[in-house]
């Protein structure tokens, strides 16, 4: 199956920096990524669509000047939390998209973020 | 719209036993249905899933999953629960009408195997 690397596994920052991570797919190339995030004992939700060489795609109610997403190239997706405050301390977990309707999804190991 | 619906929270059971992770599921048209497990701070591990065909589906790990499509359900089950099991279970739907969408989750089940 397809082999995703998200980076860092965990990190703690303080209030008012800019945390970036990382996912990018090993072996295939992932013209787009989903980014979900994650409150304890929760399900995942939808952040954002990350789409190689245009724009991400939100849903609603996730800042987007907030959650910045990069696509610059086929293999890498990067999430970058600005001005990071104490709420925005969860779980992100990036997934590569479907290749067809009838396969799964394969999802990095997540990030753990802790804001100060 | 596409829902799933996983009715416990919490599902305690003793190693050895028989367990069952359950999850119903709502779409248009055929659904196809995925499991998913969480160990604590990683991402999800895909499981198993059903497309078509045969009702009951293996998967990873000795899990095993019925698709019934009178009840709308896709429980999860495994005949001899490990301790190693203990972990967060999701179980999601894909409506293949829908086009490439995303996967929709439930909410997940926390397993616990006692010793």
């Known amino acids: 199956g397809a082999v995703v690397s998200q980076h860092p596994s965990w990190v703690i920052c303080k209030s008012g920096t800019s945390v970036k991570i990382e996912c990018r797919s090993l072996?295939?190339?992932?013209?787009?990524m989903f980014w979900y995030r994650q409150f304890p004992k929760q399900s995942l939700m939808l952040m954002a669509t990350?789409?190689?060489?245009?724009?991400?795609?939100?849903e609603q109610g996730v800042e987007k000047d907030k959650f910045l997403i990069n696509h610059a190239s086929l293999t890498l997706s990067t999430l970058t939390v600005t001005s990071a405050h104490p709420e925005d301390s969860s779980f992100y977990i990036c997934?590569?998209?479907?290749?067809?309707?009838?396969?799964?999804?394969?999802f990095g190991q997540g990030t753990r973020l802790t804001v100060v | 719209a596409q829902s799933v619906a996983q009715p416990e929270d919490q599902v305690n059971v003793a190693e050895g036993n028989p367990l069952t992770v359950k999850c119903t599921y709502s779409?248009?048209?055929?659904?196809?249905l995925f499991w998913y497990v969480q160990y604590p701070n990683r991402g999800l591990q895909f499981l198993l899933k059903?497309?078509?065909?045969?009702?009951l589906v293996k998967g990873s790990y000795g899990f095993e999953a019925e698709f019934n499509k009178s009840q709308t359900s896709f429980h999860l089950k495994k005949p001899s629960a490990l301790v190693s099991d203990s972990a967060l279970y999701f179980c999601?739907?894909?409506?293949?009408?829908?086009?490439?969408?995303?996967?929709?989750f439930g909410k997940g089940t926390m397993l616990l195997v006692s010793p």
């Open positions: 072996d295939f190339q992932a013209t787009t």
């Open positions: 999601a739907v894909r409506d293949p009408r829908s086009g490439y969408s995303t996967l929709t």
């Open positions: 997934s590569t998209p479907d290749r067809a309707m009838n396969t799964e999804a394969f």
């Open positions: 990350s789409n190689e060489g245009s724009k991400a795609t939100y």
């Open positions: 779409v248009s048209g055929n659904p196809y």
């Open positions: 059903y497309i078509t065909g045969d009702n």
